[in-house]
């Protein structure tokens, strides 16, 4: 399999970047294997947004791009035809948000803050087994960041925790969106649903009066017979 390029990816800017059964396995057993940046970001995939939506809100976050390219080529995250996204996202959308929150707890990390999870080195060594695993599919990979972050100055997180609330508020108003589109849908189903309710009751009336116009027709036959 080859490695995904920088042209490569500005071509496929609608596509939905999805979390891979390795990236999930990485983010339920310990995030911290990563380096920050790759695991900040692999932490705020939910599935559902497209390459250009983590390009253009997560400026504090330096060159988005390489670091989208960086998860792909480690076999963490791939990249979805929107419309087979969209359909696989609304098959298990309620499971996918459970989940999504139970990654996102705190609990999961050993009671341990966030602030620890997102800012926090890399598990010393860890991350080479994950580059070895990436090899395996992508031979020629050669990680970008492997040795563990410098601390991270405050001006520098606030920057970065800014372009997170960016992406969350996107990410909020599409689902507003979506819901609004949810309760209007199921208006119209209630609607129809009465309206069915209704032609049922007068399709009973039509054939009430259809079986009383038959015997009355019949009766005026029969009189008019004998007479």
Not at 96 to 120: I, K, P, T, W
Request: charged share 25%; aromatic share 6%; proline share 4%.
């Amino acid at each position: 399999m080859s490695l995904m390029t920088k042209s490569e990816l500005a071509l496929l800017g609608t596509y939905v970047v999805v979390r891979t059964d390795r990236g999930n396995e990485i983010v339920k057993s310990d995030p911290r294997q990563m380096p920050r940046r790759l695991r900040v970001l692999l932490l705020a995939i939910d599935g559902g947004q497209p390459v250009n939506l983590y390009t253009q809100t997560l400026k504090g976050f330096g060159d988005v791009s390489d670091l989208l390219i960086e998860l792909v080529n480690l076999g963490m995250v791939r990249l979805v035809e929107p419309t087979l996204a969209k359909k696989a996202q609304l098959s298990g959308r309620s499971d996918q948000f459970a989940a999504l929150d139970q990654m996102l707890d705190d609990s999961r990390f050993n009671s341990e803050s966030a602030a620890d999870v997102f800012y926090g080195s890399t598990t010393p060594g860890s991350f080479d087994e994950m580059v070895r695993v990436a090899r395996i599919d992508r031979p020629e990979f050669k990680p970008a960041v492997v040795a563990a972050p410098a601390p991270v100055a405050a001006p520098e997180q606030k920057k970065q925790i800014e372009s997170l609330f960016n992406l969350l508020e996107s990410v909020r108003g599409e689902r507003s969106n979506l819901k609004q589109q949810i309760a209007k849908l199921q208006r119209v189903k209630e609607a129809a649903i009465r309206l069915h309710h209704r032609n049922e009751k007068l399709q009973n009336w039509v054939y009430g009066l259809g079986i009383t116009c038959t015997l009355l027709a019949t009766s005026l036959i029969i009189v008019l017979f004998r007479r």
